[in-house]
């Protein structure tokens, strides 16, 4: 069964188009770099009904087809953040201090008090709060955090699982790549995918369709793509067409597709490998 990755950005800060969402593109990245693909992803803002409506689609996502899904953002101690409330909610269960986050926590303050050179106050009021960021939803694992010992959090569903990382990039992008590399070695497929495509020039996408067609039905396992572009300011009005799948699917469905454009006296451009 191959395993589909989504992605999930909250924070209004994003949506308000105060901060430029990072995470999508690094998270496409990450994967890419081991032969791996986001199947989707979501935005939603600090709204803890639109955060439990879309965990709970996630984790019925894990259930049902063994999702892996990166959650960024709101699981701070904040009165806007409420990303582990929610995934409580959307899980049925209660929030609990994590004994492992707990002690990470306390062990971060008593850094602070070092760094600081203050006594370390366990009982102060700011320090008892900061556990808060340790409550996390009943049987949730930690996600270790390289960058200030705060750890994520990770709640299996099924075959399936979703994993809460901070909304701070410095932070989120090691805790996910050590989820990929720990958790997700064995789906590592380096060389599993390819793309392979050429610009046809002043081509409408109906003309071409039949073909994309013929190719899809004839050649299983492959995906035909066109992307149209109106203003280029090299090729001008053109269409980016091509085959993506794995190699040996896109080496023998993409000689097929050259043909058929040969055949229809298109004009071609260059070509384009992934």
Same mark, same amino acid.
């Given at each position: ?31 890419? &770099?081991? @032969? ?8 939603? $803002?600090?709204? #803890? !009904?639109?955060? %439990?409506?879309?965990? =709970? ?6 259930? &049902?087809? @063994? ?8 699981? $701070?101690?904040? #009165? !806007?953040?409420? %990303?582990?409330?929610? =995934? ?22 008593? !850094? ?163």
């Amino acid at each position: 069964m191959t395993t589909h990755f989504g992605l999930i950005i909250v924070g209004d800060e994003i949506l308000s188009g105060k901060r430029a969402d990072k995470h999508l593109p690094k998270v496409i990245g990450l994967l890419a &770099a081991r @032969g791996l693909q986001l199947s989707y992803a979501d935005y939603v $803002g600090d709204d #803890p !009904d639109r955060i %439990t409506a879309t965990l =709970a689609h996630a984790f019925a996502a894990a259930r &049902a087809s @063994g999702d892996v899904v990166f959650c960024t953002g709101g699981i $701070g101690a904040t #009165p !806007d953040d409420h %990303t582990r409330q929610c =995934a409580a909610r959307a899980l049925g269960v209660e929030l609990a201090l994590h004994p492992e986050a707990e002690r990470l926590i306390r062990e971060r303050m008593q !850094d602070i008090a070092k760094e600081q050179s203050v006594p370390y106050e366990p009982d102060r009021h700011d320090n008892i709060h900061r556990l808060n960021m340790g409550m996390f939803p009943v049987g949730a694992a930690i996600i270790p955090n390289p960058y200030n010992k705060i750890p994520g959090f990770s709640c299996r569903a099924g075959q399936g699982a979703v994993h809460f990382v901070p909304g701070f990039p410095v932070m989120a992008w090691p805790m996910i790549e050590w989820l990929l590399d720990t958790h997700y070695a064995g789906l590592h497929q380096k060389l599993a995918y390819s793309e392979k495509s050429v610009i046809v020039m002043g081509s409408m996408e109906a003309a071409l369709t039949p073909l994309m067609l013929e190719i899809e039905a004839s050649h299983k396992g492959v995906k035909v793509f066109s992307l149209p572009s109106v203003d280029h300011p090299d090729y001008g009005r053109h269409i980016e067409l091509g085959v993506k799948g794995l190699p040996e699917n896109v080496d023998a469905a993409y000689p097929v597709l050259l043909a058929g454009l040969h055949n229809l006296d298109a004009k071609l451009g260059p070509e384009l490998v992934r």
